[in-house]
């Protein structure tokens, strides 16, 4: 018992999986009082995530937006700033990589990168035009980004509309191939799972996001501006500058999730009746993943999964989608109030101090 109460940390991962653990049992009393079995329910949720290849790669595809639009908000976050906009800069980087890949015709070599870029820095611009505003106008960036939300969903909707759209479809002409980041034999060898290169590219910019804040002197300004402008400011850093800077290099991260969903999913773009949600979850996992890189991973990886998985649940063991909402957002619940955990395992630390003093 000592051992594992040393292991208990602050910083320990045992924390969170004791949050998550007593989220999926609050789940489950919510199960039992509505007649459900929790236990076949979370044998079905683990068997839609891992009961096949097929599986496996499409929740892959579901975590994949997700790292991207936690890293955007996290990145906001450590820097002073809250970026509720990520969801029009998802919708953003769709668009950039939607033009460039319907209307450009190049060798893969050229195109794949250039509407990877041309999506993200569409985003960035997006996120960084909230950042200018801020800085330069004082105008809170949570207002604008939610304004800027709407503005990008219907912007998206008239360019599909007036210059991509496929005559007789609610939807734009399909990308050239080789803008593609389908990895077409492992999309084969996964049952047709819509894998594809845009999993690389989101752990490659968590990876980024450590670099650049903690290991750049660019990102130590950008951690002082946040943690105190004024300070940052007495010490000659351009505050405003960094604003800025910060919101677009958010809005990059947000702008290539829209880029591998357009690019390696679907392969086309919507007119859309409402925001997909990956920009306003990527807040959940931000949060969830404490605004550090490798934890917005891992809550990517476990908001995901219960998102695909909750399929399972619905169908297998016929649990309603408004209790599988209120199992997820449970699990969510008591690991961003982690304050609950430590209070239930401080006792039983304290109790144990006492027994080996005795």
């Known amino acids: 018992m000592d051992k594992l109460m040393r292991i208990m940390t602050k910083d320990s991962a045992l924390v969170p999986l004791g949050a998550i653990l007593l989220g999926l049992l609050f789940g489950a009393l919510v199960m039992l009082v509505g007649g459900y079995n929790p236990i076949v329910a979370y044998a079905a949720l683990l068997d839609k995530v891992f009961g096949s290849a097929y599986d496996f790669g499409e929740a892959v595809r579901e975590i994949t937006p997700l790292i991207l639009t936690g890293l955007a908000v996290a990145f906001a976050n450590r820097t002073g700033l809250f970026n509720i906009g990520a969801e029009g800069q998802f919708i953003m980087g769709m668009t950039g990589a939607s033009i460039v890949g319907i209307k450009f015709d190049l060798p893969w070599i050229i195109h794949m990168p250039l509407a990877v870029i041309a999506g993200a820095v569409l985003g960035g611009l997006w996120g960084g035009l909230a950042g200018y505003l801020k800085a330069k106008r004082g105008v809170n960036e949570v207002i604008t980004s939610i304004m800027l939300n709407w503005t990008a969903l219907f912007l998206a909707n008239y360019i ?8 007789g479809q609610q939807r734009s002409y399909e990308i050239h191939e080789s803008a593609s980041l389908t990895i077409g034999w492992l999309s084969e060898l996964m049952g047709n799972a819509r894998v594809h290169w845009g999993t690389l590219i989101a752990l490659a910019g968590a990876a980024i996001f450590y670099i650049v804040l903690w290991r750049t002197r660019q990102g130590y300004e950008l951690r002082a501006v946040g943690h105190n402008p004024e300070a940052a400011r007495y010490a000659g850093m351009n505050v405003n500058s960094n604003i800025v800077r910060a919101m677009f290099i958010g ?3 947000a702008g290539l999730a829209g880029v591998v969903d357009v690019l390696g999913v679907f392969h ?7 925001s997909p949600g990956y920009g306003f979850d990527g807040v959940a996992v931000a949060l969830l993943g404490g605004n550090n890189p490798i934890g917005v991973v891992l809550a990517a990886i476990l908001f995901g999964s219960l998102t695909y998985g909750s399929a399972g649940m619905s169908f297998a063991a016929d649990v309603p989608p408004e209790i599988i909402r209120v199992v997820i957002g ?17 006792p039983l630390k304290g109790k144990s101090k006492k027994e080996g003093a005795a």
């Open 160 to 167: 599909v509309n007036a210059f991509l759209l496929q005559p």
């Open 251 to 253: 809005g990059v991260f």
């Open 268 to 274: 086309y773009q919507t007119v859309m009746a409402g």
């Open 330 to 346: 449970s699990v969510i619940f008591f690991i961003a109030a982690h304050g609950i955990v430590r209070g239930l395992i401080r």
